[in-house]
């Protein structure tokens, strides 16, 4: 076989695995609870989309509730929150590849949030952008936080 011939075997090899790969469906995760499921119904979007082995999350809002002593406690839901989406999805926050984080008060927030995230990110760390924003769908709330994960080697697809 010759060093031209082996070549273009390997690349009609690679162009047969992406076109198979590019026609793969889609999933997508919805809420569990029927509430948050008719509300993602009514506006067009879902939890968790997983195409390949790559796992891409909606925004999750840290929103306070009547008790809460500072931010922490709504960070905290958020993570745990996006953990169990990955978890749904296969993946976990070993998984993540990418954090975007859009926040309302960024330079009052973004200590806390970031105690907060490292309880759960830990190295080798993903790419991360904070981003300072005037304002979120959900009014009270303060951050929205977004991810990319990437199944483990095994994992669904």
């Known amino acids: 076989m010759t060093r031209t011939t082996a070549l273009a075997g390997a690349l009609a ?5 992406t076109c198979a ?3 793969e469906a889609k999933r997508t995760l919805m809420p ?3 509430e948050a499921r008719a509300f993602h119904e009514a506006v067009g979007y879902s939890d968790a989309v997983i195409h390949g082995d790559t796992v891409i999350l909606s925004g999750v809002v ?3 509730v009547e ?3 500072g ?3 709504s960070f905290v839901r958020v993570f745990d929150a996006i ?7 296969g993946a976990s926050w070993d998984d993540v590849i990418e954090i975007e984080t859009f926040h309302t008060d960024l330079a009052g927030q973004i200590n806390a949030f970031a105690e907060v995230k490292n309880r759960y990110i830990k190295a080798p760390f993903p790419a991360w952008t904070a981003i300072g924003i005037s304002a979120l769908y959900e ?3 303060l951050v929205e936080v977004k991810v990319t994960a990437r199944l483990p080697q095994g994992g669904e697809d």
Do not use: F, I, K, W
């Not at 953990?83 to 999805?89: D, H, K, V």
């Open 13 to 17: 090899a690679l162009v047969m695995a």
């Open 21 to 23: 790969q590019a026609q």
């Open 32 to 34: 569990e609870s029927d």
């Open 62 to 64: 840290a929103v306070p």
């Open 67 to 69: 008790g809460d002593d």
């Open 71 to 73: 931010m922490e406690p």
């Open 83 to 89: 953990g169990r989406t990955l978890e749904r999805a």
């Open 139 to 141: 009014p009270t709330a």
